[in-house]
């Protein structure tokens, strides 16, 4: 399995913008689902983001058209950039590698969107 930190968080204003990153300790194979996903406090964990097979792409209900998902294989990297942040997006945030590499998960950074 690979190690993944992820980093980025803050606290930001309604409207603003924060990209979040994860880096791997190793290579992720292309089969490997990667992405993002988000916890607030007392609810289940929820899908940001993620890479599935072929480059596509699934997204969250409630962040389709703000949030954006990016990987560099070269850097071992993906990246979250969160445009347009809500108070609803207030949660903490987890990147995310799943079979065969993982199932990996960073340790979580948190994102306050708050006026």
């Known amino acids: 399995q690979v190690h993944l930190v992820d980093s980025g968080g803050g606290l930001v204003q309604p409207g603003g913008s924060l990209r979040l990153s994860c880096a791997a300790s190793?290579?992720?194979?292309?089969?490997?689902?990667v992405g993002w996903y988000r916890q607030a406090p007392g609810k289940e964990r929820e899908l940001v983001a993620r890479?599935?097979?072929?480059?596509?792409?699934n997204y969250g209900d409630s962040v389709k058209g703000r949030f954006a998902i990016y990987r560099d294989n070269v850097k071992n990297a993906m990246y979250l950039q969160a445009n347009n942040l809500k108070p609803e997006d207030t949660a903490v945030y987890y990147c995310?590698?799943?079979?065969?590499?993982?199932?990996?998960w960073g340790q979580g950074t948190q994102v306050t969107v708050s006026s």
């Open positions: 190793g290579n992720i194979l292309s089969i490997s689902t």
């Open positions: 995310y590698v799943g079979p065969p590499d993982g199932p990996s």
């Open positions: 890479f599935i097979s072929g480059g596509r792409t």
